[in-house]
């Protein structure tokens, strides 16, 4: 699909511009009160050394709070590479925690404190002489709340790995090899937490119960890497997954077969359902900007608006919490705010939408 033949940015109003200092690639907006208003942002830079045989790869996690007064970074935290970052849904003894996947094979926790990221603990998972890359993760509790909730995280060498978070330290509880290549995407199945899906490089979607071993149950044949995918928390069955051969599916969990498709401008990198009703998703295109996709209650897919800021590799994607009292205090129409970034640009906005919400 080309540009030419996708809706025109219509109902999309820029609210704030933020030029990183590394490559941005993850955007994750903090679901609690009274933290609503924060965000945060990873970023991924590789370092080359002069003598051309070593390199580095470096990040940080930046951390936003936003408000009709503006922007404002509040905290920069200077840590390994950052490929992926998901909030816990709910509060772990009254916390709210951030998880982050980065380049020095580890999952680290953070739990925000008078607005400012504080380190909790972080697992450090075995490697050998080979580099490892964790390269997304998912908690377990997006639907049913629980204080020792799972964590599942993939990595480079195509492991998805099954944490349990107990007493703020991460257990390691079953590794599952089940791709080839990078394992660029994994996420539970919201409705039943013992199964989780991967994606990876080998152009395969996998789907797992922990209750029934290591080897995967289905394998769905995609014609390209599998990159994206988000368990719908209020349609059962539903699971949407985004892949390189720029197609967004939506998939019966039963069978594995797709619903309904759309066509993309480019590659998929993030797919996110709306936080409200789940009837919409933001989609980040690696090279044809972010896209609000309209499911009509999850049967049928289609585009309703493009946002074209991003010039280059849009990785990340995510809309706020804020209430619609918070969104109406931002200038410009609409009854949701979202944020993006983008890889080569160093660029993230925070924009504001107008999406039509209709409940069951």
Known sequence: MEKEDLPETINIATLYKYTTEYNADSVEWCPHDPCKHLFVC???????????????????????????????LQQKLDTPAVLDQKWCPNPIGGLTILGVANAERSLALYQIEN????????FVFLDDDTETLILSLDWSTNKYSCQQPHIACSDSKGNIHLLQLVENELVLE??????????????????????????????LMLLFDKRCGTSPLKKIRYDAGVTALHSNKSHEYIIAAGSYD????LLDTRT?????????????????WDPFVQTH???????????IINTDQCNSMSIIDSYYEHENIAYGGDWSFLDSCEVDKFDHKG??????????DNLLCVSKCAVDLQRE
């Open 115 to 122: 607005n400012q990221l504080k380190f909790l603990t972080k």
């Open 246 to 249: 720029e197609q967004v599916k």
């Open 174 to 203: 079953q590794t599952f090899h089940g791709h080839e290549f990078q394992a660029w995407i994994t996420g539970f199945y919201y409705w039943d937490p013992n199964i989780f899906f991967s994606g990876g490089d080998d152009s």
């Open 256 to 272: 594995c077969k797709p619903i309904d498709s759309v066509r993309m401008p480019g590659p998929l990198w993030r797919l996110k």
């Open 42 to 72: 990873g970023t991924y830079q590789l370092i080359e050394h002069k003598d051309n045989k070593t390199s580095k790869r470096v990040g940080c996690i930046l951390l936003f709070s936003v408000s009709r007064n503006g922007l404002e």
């Open 281 to 291: 998703l933001i989609a980040s295109c690696m090279l044809g900007g972010v896209h």
């Open 335 to 344: 009854n949701l705010v979202f944020a993006s970034c983008s890889f080569y």
